[in-house]
Each structure stands twice: as C-alpha cells, then as structure tokens.
C-alpha cells in the first residue's frame, strides 16, 4: 500500500512539473519569436522599445525558472525517482534536466538575466554598426561588457570549473576546452597536409582551377532563388504548413515550436550561397520539426546540444547537397528554373564549383576542407579572452595573424575579419566548436547511414528523401535529449564515440578524387 501511494506521488509531482516547465517554454517560444521578428522584419527605429520587451519577458522566465516552488517540487522528484520505477526514461531525463536547468537558473540573480537580455539587443545594434563601418574599436566596449558578464555568470553557476568550460557545457554538454584542444589538434594536423596537397595540385595543373563565375549573375533574381529554395527545401521534407522561409542578415532557423518553425536565408548574385545557405537551414528546421512530440515542451524533447544540431544542417549541407549524387537530382530542377545553367554547364561542372577548395575570409564562405581552420581560430581566441591570455585591444591583430598563420590570407578591414560574425554581440560564447564538431558528426552518421540503407545515396540521386529523413528522425530527432551528451548519442547510433578520423578520411578520399591527388 505503501508502495502504491509512493508511486502515486511520484506520478502526482511529475505532472505537475510538466505542467510549469511547459508553461516555462510556451513563454520562451514568446521571447524565440520577439527575437525573430528583431531579425526579419523589426522596424529600425524599434530597437530600444524591443530591448525593453525582452528584458521584461526574461524577468518573468527567470521568475518562473527560479521559483522556490519549482526548486521544492524538483528535488522531491530527483530524491524519489531513483527509487521508482513509475517514470520512463524520458520521464526520468526530464526531470535530470529539469534539475541542472534550476540549478543554473537560480544561481544568477534577476538583474543578471536581465542585463543578459538588455546586452543581447543592444549588442546586436552596436554589432551591425560596427560591422558596417568596419570598426572594432566602437565594439570593443560591448565586448568587453560580455565578456565580464559571462565570466560573472560562470563563476556563479560553476565556481569550481574554468569560466569557459562552463560556457561551452551550456552548447556541447560534458566538453571541455582541453577536449577541444585534442580534437582539434587531430584536425589541423590532417587538414594543413591536405590543403597543401590540393594547392599544390591547382598550381601544377590549371585545369584543377575550376570555374564557378557561371554561378555568379545579376541574372539570378532573387525572387526565382526563393522559388528554388522553396522547392528544394520541401522535398528534403520541410512543412510549409508548420513552418516559413524568410530573409535575414544573417541566415538561420527559429521559430517557437516544432509546428512554428522558421527558417531565413540570404540571396546575392551568388547562386550558391542562398541556396546552400537555405539546405543548411533545413536541416536545422527538419530537426526542430521532426523533435518527439509526445515530450513537445518539456526539456527531453529538445534538441541534443548545438553540436548535434549542427549535424544535421550539415549533414544536409554537404554530406547530402555537395555531393555527386544529390546533383543528379538538383541539377534539372535547378536548370527548371535558371534555363540557361542548362545551355552552357554541365551537372559535373555544378559539381567541381561546389566543392572548390579555396582559402577565403569569410567562414559563412568556407569550403568544407577550409572551414573547420576558421572554427578553430575563433575557439582559440575565445579560450584566451576568457583565460586572460588575450586582450581585447589586441584581438583583431590576433585575428589576422592566425587568419595569415592557418589560411595564408589576411583580412584587409575588421569588416572582413573580427567583425564579420553575429555571436560575440549576442553572449553565445562556445559556441562556435560546435560548428566544426557538427561536421565530425555529420560525417559519423553519414557513413553509419550508408550501412543501415545500402540504396541511400541511388535514393539521393533520385530526389527519394524521406528514407535517410525518417532514418534521422528515429535515430536522432525523435530522442531529443534522452541521452546526457552528443557523445553518448553518437554511440548509440554509430557505435562509437566522435571519431574525428571519419572526417579527416572523408575529406581526404573526396578531395583526392577531385583534385587527382596520389593515393596515400
């Protein structure tokens, strides 16, 4: 009888958590979209009014997330449920998650969440000047106010850990800045070779210099690379009716829930870079869309850390629309819409220009081989920010002299180098490993997906995307944050681990074939 009522109690309390930490994300999808909406279609002269709203918006959370109430009922729950077999392991991770969400949360004051919000929306403005008069000095002072703002906030949540593992563990769970360091020295020391070789290849043989001025023209209106965009987007297996594409500044996916999801991307003459730019976000989208939805706002159903979010986007990016395979598919429907890709090029052309292999300055721009150089340049910098072995003044001399270093190019104006990304202006400090390690995972999971579907990449050429989408779906999407880290999450679907080798053979073995370099 006992048992019972204990059992009873349990599942009593669990629903009534459920119950607040849903209300805690309807709230946070309100603030998802007041975000959105300062990206795409904020008026300019509404900026301080939209701080405002979001800096009260985030009182209210941090209310709501802190409440003694909330903190009572959770760590009733956490001391019974090891005893308990009346939850399920999703039930079971929600509350874990519930708890390390809490004890964040309640170790920074209100005025602290408050001032995050207020610095969030100011950043950004003084970013966007910054950035369009190519002057890292007048930004220089909202960074350094970041930078003490996190460290402040770090030294609160985790006093015993160095101020940046704890702001990469708000991204990528469980890593460290001694990890990154080893993953990422693995990297350099597989990608300077190969860069080198590929170099070496276009200076001795011209015709490796391939042509991809077909894909720059005035003649790509804007308005029919959205019709493409579109198209491609729906068949990968984006819902239009529970989701958007817009244009942004800088392109990325929000929106406040897996049936309100949206995706924005930018468009120049540049063929390629509103239409890869809209696949990435994609895949971003088909993963907030394809999130469980029996655990739809509770913090299980989330997505499992930025690395693995990035995953996907890549995945769809490069392993799916870079490769040979998915052209055979997007070739015709792209020369559906720009008839004169047809008349002159080829799909093998579309191709090479694809995966041309270029140091540039810009890593939106990067190719696949360069771009992990750039990521690592950024977490090293950041690491030495926040260890005290950089200074802020310093930081754009710094920048160039590792751009210079591991590129062999040197940015001409702060616009181009120190300036060119969002994500200092907004706090999210971290969080650009987690680009490079979603292109080690995507990589895993491609080739695990190749075993378990031997007709995957015959299904690609064919515009059959919905077996590797539902493939995704059920070993990925659907378990959300089940499992404590994208390490364990790899396991499971891989067998192993992040293996940064996969990657390193990937890049090798197609670029060798690309570029007609020896085997090795």
Not at 59 to 69: D, F, M, N, P
Not at 455 to 473: H, M, S, T, V
Request: glycine letters at 6%; hydrophobic letters at 35%.
């Amino acid at each position: 009888m006992e048992t019972t009522a204990a059992a009873a109690g349990v599942r009593e309390r669990y629903n009534t958590l459920a119950e607040r930490l849903q209300e805690i994300t309807h709230l946070e999808g309100i603030s998802a979209l007041l975000s959105w909406d300062m990206e795409v279609i904020m008026p300019h002269g509404s900026g301080d009014a939209r701080g405002k709203q979001m800096s009260a918006l985030a009182g209210v959370l941090h209310e709501k997330k802190t409440s003694a109430e909330l903190g009572r009922l959770i760590t009733a729950l956490a001391d019974q449920i090891s005893a308990s077999s009346e939850l399920n392991d999703y039930e079971r991770a929600n509350v874990r998650d519930a708890k390390r969400d809490y004890d964040q949360e309640v170790l920074v004051p209100k005025e602290l969440a408050q001032k995050v919000a207020e610095l969030e929306n100011r950043g950004h403005s003084v970013w966007a000047e910054a950035r369009k008069q190519s002057d890292f000095a007048s930004f220089a002072p909202v960074l350094r106010e970041w930078v003490d703002l996190r460290k402040k906030i770090c030294a609160l949540v985790e006093p015993t850990k160095p101020a940046y593992d704890v702001c990469i563990d708000r991204f990528e769970r469980g890593m460290t800045a001694q990890r990154f360091d080893e993953i990422f020295s693995e990297v350099k020391a597989g990608l300077v070779p190969l860069i080198a070789d590929i170099a070496r290849a276009q200076a001795e043989k011209p015709e490796l210099n391939f042509d991809r001025s077909f894909l720059h023209s005035e003649a790509f209106s804007t308005v029919t690379q959205d019709q493409l965009g579109t198209r491609i987007s729906k068949d990968l297996g984006f819902s239009t009716e529970c989701g958007r594409l817009d244009v942004s500044t800088h392109p990325f996916t929000g929106g406040p829930h897996p049936t309100d999801v949206r995706i924005t991307t930018r468009y120049s003459p540049n063929l390629l870079e509103g239409l890869m730019g809209t696949i990435h976000e994609t895949g971003h989208a088909l993963y907030e869309q394809g999130r469980n939805a029996e655990h739809i706002d509770l913090p299980v159903g989330r997505a499992l850390g930025m690395g693995i979010h990035e995953s996907q986007s890549l995945f769809y990016e490069r392993m799916v629309g870079q490769s040979r395979h998915f052209w055979k598919y997007a070739w015709p429907v792209a020369c559906e819409f720009f008839p004169q890709l047809a008349k002159e090029h080829s799909v093998e052309e579309m191709y090479r220009a694809l995966n041309v292999v270029t140091p540039s300055l810009i890593r939106v721009d990067a190719d696949e081989v360069t771009y992990s150089l750039h990521v690592i340049l950024r977490f090293e910098i950041e690491r030495d920010l926040f260890n005290g072995n950089l200074a802020i003044e310093d930081l754009p001399k710094v920048w160039n002299e590792k751009m210079k270093s591991y590129l062999g190019v040197v940015p001409p104006s702060d616009k181009e180098g120190v300036l060119q990304d969002v994500h200092w202006s907004a706090g999210l400090y971290g969080y650009f490993p987690s680009y490079s390690l979603g292109a080690m995972y995507a990589c895993q999971f491609y080739n695990k997906a190749k075993e378990e579907i031997p007709e995957l990449e015959e299904q690609l050429a064919q515009g059959q995307f919905e077996p590797i989408k539902a493939w995704l779906g059920k070993k990925i999407h659907q378990k959300g944050s089940l499992l404590p880290s994208g390490d364990e999450l790899c396991q499971a679907v891989t067998g192993e681990p992040l293996n940064p080798a996969h990657f390193l053979r990937y890049l090798r073995s197609k670029y060798s074939e690309i570029y007609q370099l020896p085997s090795q």
